[in-house]
């Protein structure tokens, strides 16, 4: 089939070089002219683990343009609308630029019919929107109605940024909304392959074991966008209680980590999302959690429970800085290494990530903050140059005379350190483990006092 992929970010990238290794032919549309010479270059414009790799292997049905006019639109079997959403002040979702593209889209369809995808994860009702954008421009452009020319459909994304084409290859299962059958019927056909599970697997992506058929939820429109929404609350509002349990636990002298355990081997509840920690950030939970409470009050409704999810998870952050606090008494004139800069590992994302509430709420004390991150430094230094924190691409750098140690990101080689050869460095062996994820017993034995959450 032919596609085009409207927006080259975490979603829409992977998306597309995924289906172009499926066999489809696939464009790439950004405005951003730096994002698509990067492309063309044979590089990507985000980290994302096995992308160059997979681009390299479906190079032959890619093209990356800034062009509409060379999408051939006209002639295109699914057009993804997969633009960023970003959060207004009021915590509903910014959709200008889902406008826009949808706008573009519109001016350019021809007769063969086209599907066009919100893939982008957007307000219940914007299907709706998005096909009425779409008619008005095609009228505008052509002076009559596109007559049954095209169809919107919902296609929400379920990626895991850090695994997101693992995700998108071996989908838990893929949700289309639609209230034209037509719609159904060309979505189910695009994803065969996945639905099948009969593609060749990447030798550096192998298919799981026992992994077999995969479900298609088809349904209408509102109900697939709201089961993004409602999905991913569920998983923050996870986050959040076992992180609320921890503040007990951690009162009444119990191990969240234990505790979580005995929780998760009930196959009701499932260990997936019980990590205790400083919470969550990224593009997708801080902002669809905030969009689910918006919508609602547009509806007359409130959502405590979600509300509750983002409280709790913000109040972590500024858990760590007390925390510190109580350990280290003063924090004026103090240094602090943060191990982790990006929200998650295997990521440079910076969107909604810990490690920039954590840095303000130390500097504000007047705390020194050096920042080490494998990978999102670049990102860092280029969006957040005044934050005031002193970025260190060495490792031993952020950590030379700090007086405590906060794991923020759980990057696998912050856990294999050189923790004993390292401590003559610190002013003071404190770690403050916000991930629960370094060897405590270890660091206690080379002398470290370890702080964790929940312990």
């Not at 630029?97 to 009702?125: D, M, W």
């Not at 002013?427 to 034995?445: H, I």
Request: glycine share 10%.
């Amino acid at each position: 089939m032919k596609v085009l992929v409207v927006g080259t970010g975490y979603v829409g990238l992977t998306t597309g070089v995924a289906l172009g290794y499926l066999g489809h032919h696939v464009v790439c549309l950004d405005v951003s002219e730096e994002k698509i010479r990067t492309l063309k270059a044979g590089k990507t414009p985000i980290y994302e683990p096995g992308l160059p790799e997979l681009i390299a292997l479906a190079r032959g049905n890619l093209k990356f343009t800034t062009d509409y006019d060379e999408a051939e639109i006209g002639e295109t079997d699914v057009v993804f609308i997969s633009v960023g959403t970003p959060s207004n002040p009021d915590g509903s979702a910014d959709l200008r630029y889902v406008q826009q593209a949808a706008e573009a889209v519109g001016q350019r369809l021809g007769e063969h019919f086209t599907v066009v995808v919100n893939k982008s994860t957007v307000p219940i009702g914007s299907g709706n929107w998005v096909g009425a954008l779409v008619r008005d421009a095609y009228e505008r452009q052509n002076g009559h109605k596109p007559n049954g020319h095209f169809a919107v459909a919902s296609n929400p994304e379920f990626l895991r940024q850090g695994s997101g084409l693992y995700d998108t290859l071996y989908p838990d299962r893929i949700v289309v909304g639609a209230e034209d059958s037509r719609a159904i019927d060309v979505l189910a056909n695009l994803y065969r392959p996945l639905l099948n599970q009969d593609f060749p697997a990447p030798s550096f992506l192998p298919r799981p074991e026992r992994f077999g058929a995969v479900a298609l939820v088809t349904c209408d429109l509102a109900s697939a966008e709201l089961i993004k929404y409602a999905a991913n609350s569920f998983l923050a509002l996870k986050i959040s209680y076992v992180n609320e349990i921890a503040q007990l636990a951690s009162k009444v002298g119990a191990d969240i980590t234990q505790i979580a355990r005995g929780m998760g081997l009930d196959s009701r509840i499932g260990p997936r999302f019980l990590e205790a920690g400083i919470g969550w950030g990224g593009s997708c939970f801080g902002k669809d959690t905030a969009a689910l409470v918006s919508t609602a009050h547009e509806y007359n409704l409130e959502m405590p429970i979600v509300q509750s999810a983002r409280d709790v998870n913000y109040r972590q952050r500024v858990w760590v800085v007390e925390k510190l606090q109580e350990e280290l008494k003063i924090l004026k004139g103090r240094t602090v290494a943060l191990l982790g800069f990006s929200f998650k590992e295997n990521t440079d994302d910076l969107r909604d990530a810990p490690s920039l509430d954590i840095s303000r709420l130390l500097i504000q004390r007047g705390v020194r903050v050096n920042a080490h991150d494998p990978v999102a430094l670049g990102n860092a230094r280029r969006l957040y140059p005044d934050l005031g924190v002193n970025y260190c691409d060495d490792v031993h750098e952020a950590i030379q005379d700090a007086d405590a140690i906060i794991l923020v990101t759980k990057w696998p080689e912050y856990r294999e350190l050189p923790w004993e050869e390292i401590k003559h460095k610190l002013r003071n062996a404190l770690v403050l483990d916000g991930r629960n994820f370094l060897k405590e017993e270890e660091l206690e034995a080379f002398g470290y006092r370890y702080v964790g959450v929940g312990k």
